[in-house]
């Protein structure tokens, strides 16, 4: 939840500690990207993009930090980009697949 109340990501079930912590900075990029504060975004989906590999976060946070590059400047060539990284390190991911139109 925000600041607000507001619930911007939910996790259900158990998950190990390493894919606990992923989901919860998916949740504060995803606090940002609501506030529009697409920057700030982009550098939490990054730092799980590098730091959290093997935890199956990595395709959402690859899409939606490319979504954050777009928002921030309307350049729709970032979405192409994503689409083949998502293609290259997370071949059939579903993140992979929602991609598919960018490519």
């Not at 939490?44 to 590999?53: D, L, W």
Request: glycine share 10%; net charge positive; with cysteine.
């Amino acid at each position: 939840m925000d600041d607000a109340g507001v619930e911007r990501y939910r996790i259900e079930g158990y998950e190990p500690k390493n894919w606990f912590r992923a989901r919860l900075e998916m949740a504060l990029g995803r606090i940002d990207f609501m506030r529009k504060k697409f920057a700030d975004a982009e550098k939490t989906y990054g730092r799980i993009v590098e730091q959290c590999a093997g935890t199956g976060v990595v395709g959402e946070a690859i899409y939606w930090r490319g979504v954050c590059q777009y928002k921030a400047t309307n350049d729709h060539t970032v979405l192409g980009k994503v689409a083949k990284e998502l293609a290259v390190k997370c071949p059939g991911d579903e993140w992979m697949l929602k991609s598919l139109p960018w490519a």
